[in-house]
């Protein structure tokens, strides 16, 4: 489906960092200009990785330079910007755009205004929900990634009736070239180590004490088992001190932040996703679209990912959440047949619900509804259907 009229749609996001919400909204806007969209993007504070691609896909971005938490000098900057390119469809990104671009689209009269809320954040405060609910009433429609996430908001006081739930799309990557011995070879770990691996930002909400306590007693059951965690952040010293308190830091490995994370979860026995909370966990998609059997917590967001038994093995959080993910790696790495199985049937889930060109049809679906005969006092029975 290909973009019709002269509508111009901007997505405003707090930073370009390499991180889930980023990468989603990269795909989406990469992909939409491909196929005809006049799209842009705005960013309120920091460059990142993917500027490249926006850039390559010949994306206009617009920087903020916003400063602190509060920063009028910003919003106004924003608001002048958006009143030069006149979008009709402002789609903000992540907390703090969800505020600033919200209020600027409404100051520049911008006819439509869509927000994303990507995770179930638990780590918000009251006054946090306060603006949330208040800004609901100038928005349109309020794109969650999944159930979980709707559910969340709905329970915080965000109308139900605004909700549209577009899961997040992932390509089935190439294989990463390299082979697992070099791998093995780079980190300095025996030839025939089994690994488990971790992707994400080093803080409370990946839970990754639980991770090095599950593979504490996997060191107890078997000799070869290595955990290696890919991502750096404000945690990291803090789970090295708790490694060195039980021992165990020949069988775990900071690998810090890598660009190269899927050439290393390609090579991967077995996946972990420990979190406490999540939207839909993109690394979690990385390694079932890879063919890598999982094993994750079972939580909203993860739910509408893994099939327990079929595609992986969810593991209920509480006081045997460690054992859990124990025993079901230990299922896995003692059954070759079954971790193929696991495999091949998570990457066929990725390929058939979770594709980026249904989540880019799906979008599209959205703002032709929002943008076409009846506008917004007729769209709710037509946004219904776009409910995934």
């Given amino acids: 489906m290909s973009a019709s009229g002269t509508d111009k749609i901007v997505h405003i996001i707090p930073t370009l960092d390499q991180a889930g919400a980023e990468k989603q909204m990269t795909t989406l806007v990469c992909q939409l200009r491909r196929r005809g969209w006049d799209v842009r993007v705005a960013v309120l504070t920091r460059d990142g990785p993917y500027r490249a691609e926006l850039e390559a896909a010949g994306v206009p971005v617009f920087y903020v330079n916003k400063r602190g938490k509060v920063d009028f000098s910003a919003l106004i900057r924003l608001r002048r910007w958006l009143e030069e390119?006149?979008?009709?469809?402002?789609?903000?990104?992540?907390?703090?755009?969800?505020?600033?671009?919200?209020?600027?689209?409404?100051?520049?009269?911008?006819p439509h205004i869509l927000t994303s809320e990507r995770c179930v954040d638990l780590?918000?405060?009251?006054?946090?929900?306060?603006f949330d609910r208040y800004l609901s009433r100038w928005t349109d429609r309020i794109v969650v990634n999944s159930s979980g996430v709707?559910?969340?908001?709905?329970?915080?006081?965000?109308?139900?009736?605004?909700?549209?739930?577009?899961?997040?799309?992932?390509?089935?990557?190439?294989?990463?070239?390299?082979?697992?011995?070099?791998?093995?070879?780079?980190?300095?770990?025996?030839?025939d180590a089994r690994l488990v691996g971790v992707v994400g930002r080093l803080w409370p909400q990946k839970s990754l004490r639980d991770a090095i306590w599950a593979e504490d007693l996997l060191k107890r059951i078997r000799d070869d088992v290595h955990l290696l965690i890919v991502g750096d952040g404000p945690e990291r010293r803090a789970l090295e001190r708790y490694c060195e308190h039980l021992e165990i830091t020949d069988r775990v490995h900071f690998l810090g932040h890598r660009r190269d994370a899927l050439r290393i979860t390609a090579h991967l026995d077995v996946f972990w996703n420990t979190s406490r909370y999540e939207g839909q966990s993109n690394s979690l998609m990385e390694a079932m679209a890879l063919g890598i059997p999982v094993v994750a917590s079972d939580i909203p967001g993860n739910r509408d990912?893994?099939?327990?038994?079929?595609?992986?093995?969810?593991?209920p959080r509480g006081f045997q959440f460690r054992a859990g993910m124990a025993k079901y790696t230990k299922k896995i790495l003692e059954d070759p047949e079954l971790a193929s199985r696991l495999g091949m049937a998570g990457r066929e889930r990725?390929?058939?619900?979770?594709?980026?060109?249904?989540?880019?049809?799906?979008?599209?679906?959205?703002?032709?509804?929002?943008?076409?005969?009846?506008?917004?006092?007729?769209?709710h029975s037509e946004l219904s259907k776009i409910r995934l």
């Fill in 305 to 315: 990912l893994v099939v327990h038994g079929e595609t992986g093995y969810l593991v």
């Fill in 350 to 379: 990725i390929a058939t619900h979770f594709s980026v060109e249904q989540m880019v049809e799906a979008y599209e679906a959205l703002y032709r509804a929002l943008t076409g005969a009846g506008a917004i006092s007729a769209t």
């Fill in 150 to 191: 709707a559910s969340f908001y709905v329970s915080r006081g965000v109308p139900q009736e605004k909700i549209v739930v577009i899961p997040n799309g992932m390509a089935i990557p190439e294989r990463p070239v390299g082979s697992r011995e070099s791998l093995l070879l780079e980190l300095k770990l025996p030839a």
């Fill in 123 to 130: 780590w918000k405060s009251w006054w946090h929900f306060v």
């Fill in 85 to 110: 390119v006149k979008p009709t469809i402002v789609q903000t990104w992540l907390f703090a755009a969800n505020v600033y671009g919200r209020i600027a689209a409404k100051q520049a009269k911008v």
